[in-house]
């Protein structure tokens, strides 16, 4: 059974750091583009960081970069997502998701084959 289950979210000040959690089973990571994305309340859901393993390129969206650092643990099956000096502008239900190994998955969120349940993000004082 396929399943990706994130880890790692809650409340967190700003300027504060928070990592999030995604552990896949059911397929191996290293065949698939894996990433990131949120979606906050009125507003759609939207990419903020995509790893392609076909060519090894990083996206981020650009209201992250810089503060948002994607990284895989091939070993685990497990991607994370460091977020520091979060605003509270950050504030959404993060979801992890994967994808062909090919395209832009973070800005073609159609081509995502799998999708995790989410976890909240909440940045406030």
């Known amino acids: 059974q396929v399943q990706l289950v994130e880890s790692g979210g809650g409340l967190v000040q700003p300027g504060g750091s928070l990592r999030l959690s995604c552990a896949a089973s059911?397929?191996?990571?290293?065949?698939?583009?894996i990433g990131w994305f949120r979606q906050a309340p009125g507003k759609e859901r939207e990419g903020v960081s995509c790893?392609?393993?076909?060519?090894?390129?990083?996206y981020y969206a650009e209201s992250v970069k810089g503060r948002f650092t994607i990284s895989r643990d091939n070993a685990e099956n497990t991607v994370y997502l460091h977020m520091n000096s979060l605003k509270p502008e950050d504030t959404a239900v993060y979801y992890c998701a994967a994808g062909p190994p090919w395209g832009s998955m973070c800005v073609i969120p159609s081509l995502v084959h799998y999708w995790g349940l989410g976890t909240q993000v909440t940045v406030s004082s």
């Open positions: 059911g397929f191996t990571l290293d065949y698939y583009a």
């Open positions: 790893f392609s393993s076909s060519d090894g390129t990083t």
